[in-house]
């Protein structure tokens, strides 16, 4: 690692180097938007003022194939954080114990975490513990460690840190939730970038990255205990997300504060567009927008029809079997109407016959507090429906 640069004295314009460090990545990486790049940027730079944050966001390089460019991200976001440490398939407890380390929290650079939390590694709850405990400046993992005695006794490691991640694929929700999601594609033929060199390259990362520490040197009385305006519709998670990434805007001035709200909404837009919640969500879901469209009750053995008739839907194939009525009485009725009670079937009158089935009043609640905005576009109601209102 080289040597550090001579700090000055003059302030450093900070507008102006967080436009040189998103020059540099856009010299060696194809992200899929301008939003990509400028969330990538203000997360380098956040890296350098995590103590002045409640909370820090996983940054995330995913993507549905290999050779999209992932590690070539992190690559470059390794020479421009502080204290980077690369982490592949390392365990837990190496990771917090690295983070209590008195000589230097690192910035853990998670390459290939589809090997950690992919369908054929299992669950690996004690590593998904700490990135999401870490992502609070409060957050610790507790542990038994031998005393002088010979005995044991709990020790809490802190476990905050910057964690950037790149992998194939999704991550458990709960880390998904809690990041920055950066979906890298393939470069198309006519996007050029430069190879990236380490031996030649580093080095030009790592004025840069001296410069981002003395930056937030001077930075730091203007970050701390900030709370930048969030953009409408930006709430609950997604602004805890986005609140230090806005912070290091405001701090910097120039364009960067409209840029990086116009990166905000355009980022966490297309989360919400590829998040499909849990099974239940989803379920409720598809009831809303595909199933129960302009009428107000529909019969069981209806709903099941067209449930397991959607593409691109899991209903029809739950574990090698389509979904079937005992299994949506059980989903809904961990789900409550507005008058406090869970969501059951009902008597439905129906060509002369009475059936069971659900009523749109009892879903209408949890619809409202579950699932995402509704289609901007209605979509008209499934044939055969029209008679059932």
Known sequence: ????????????????????????????????????????????????????????????????????????????????????????????????????NPNGRPTIL?????????????????LRGFLNAGHRR?????????DAAGGQSVQAFPSYCGVAVAGLGNLPDTIMTRSVIIRMRRRARNEKVEPFRARMHEVEGHKLRDQLAEWADHARGFVMGAWPDMPEGVADRPADVWEPLLAIADAVGGTWPDRARAACVTLVTASRANDKGSLGIRLLTDLRDHVMVGIDRLPTVAILDRLNALDDAPWADLQGKP???????????????????????????????????????????????YCPPPLESPLPPLPGTENLA
């Open 1 to 100: 690692m080289s040597a550090p640069a001579p700090k000055s004295s003059a302030p450093i314009d900070g507008a102006a180097l967080l436009d040189e460090v998103e020059r540099f990545h856009r010299r060696f990486n194809v992200f899929p938007s301008e939003a990509a790049y400028v969330a990538v940027t203000l997360w380098d730079a956040h890296a350098h003022l995590l103590d002045c944050f409640d909370s820090t966001p996983r940054l995330a390089f995913l993507s549905p194939e290999p050779g999209s460019g992932k590690s070539r991200a992190l690559e470059v976001v390794e020479t421009l954080v502080p204290e980077p440490m690369t982490a592949v398939n390392a365990s837990a407890a190496a990771l917090f114990r690295s983070v209590s």
């Open 110 to 126: 998670f390459d290939e975490i589809d090997t950690v939390f992919g369908p054929k590694a299992g669950d690996n709850e004690e």
């Open 138 to 146: 409060t957050g610790v993992t507790y542990r038994c460690v031998a």
């Open 323 to 369: 979904l079937d009525n005992r299994r949506l009485s059980k989903m809904l009725a961990d789900y409550m109407t507005a008058d406090n009670e869970p969501i059951g079937s009902r008597n439905i009158k129906a060509g002369g016959s009475v059936l069971k089935g659900y009523y749109g009043e009892d879903l209408h609640d949890a619809w409202q507090r």
